[in-house]
């Protein structure tokens, strides 16, 4: 297996998909070409290049249409080639959220320049399921929440709070959407409940790492948990 990112070329000019393989395999890529936009979705569907470089005018379905398809199923960074201004128009507006776009004639080295910047740009971007190291690790089976490698003693309701938070960094959570997330019955809720809650677990925190604030208070909106919290303790 090569360990080089492919980027997956849809054209179906073969001197313009001919020049772009060139360039892109001189640059250290691995490209793969397609010739229609049927194609390009089978194949994204099987392969999982590194980004796509997509052609408008295509003899099947246009370039958008594609992207619309391969959105539903794919976050891969996608990068236009557009020969008519109006094409151009349509990507820059950007109504579509594509990551970049290059107008025909194009020169095959700034197209590889931008790849490469949108490559490092997509490696820096925080994606859905590769969440930052966090210094709490959840044990479901044993409902459990350890903070620093250390076991927390929560009581089922600080659990409940703590869980929903970390699960969801930066989110801020409204007293009532945590009352309804963390208490089953809505008998003893109060926003004080989730306030008082909330408190203890701040103390229990604090014995294992005194000097930090992870769960920060939202002025009339409710808690989050912190998201620049250190890897390790300071
Ligand atoms: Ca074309």
Known sequence: MSSKPAILIVEDEPGIADTLQYALRTDGFEPLWVATGEAALAKLREASPALVILDVGLPDLNGFEVFKRLRAFSDVPVVFLTARADEIDRVVGLE???????????????????????????????????????????????????????????????????????????????????????????????????????????????????????????????????????????
């Open 96 to 234: 579509l959220g594509a990551d970049d776009y290059v107008a025909k004639p194009f020169s095959p080295r700034e197209l590889v320049a931008r790849i490469r910047t949108i490559l490092r740009r997509a490696a820096r971007a925080p994606t859905a399921g590769a969440a930052p190291p966090s210094p709490f690790a959840i044990d479901e089976g044993r409902r459990q929440i350890r903070f620093y490698g250390r076991p927390l003693e929560l009581s089922r309701y600080e659990y409940g709070l703590l869980k929903t938070l970390v699960e969801h960094p930066g989110h801020v959570f409204s007293r009532d959407t945590l009352l309804d997330k963390v208490w089953d019955t809505h008998s003893e809720s109060l926003d004080r409940t989730v306030d008082a809650h909330v408190k203890t677990l701040r103390a229990k925190l604090k014995t294992v790492a005194p000097a930090l604030e992870p769960i920060r208070t939202h002025r009339g909106s409710g808690y989050a948990l912190a998201e620049d919290l250190p890897a390790a303790l300071p």
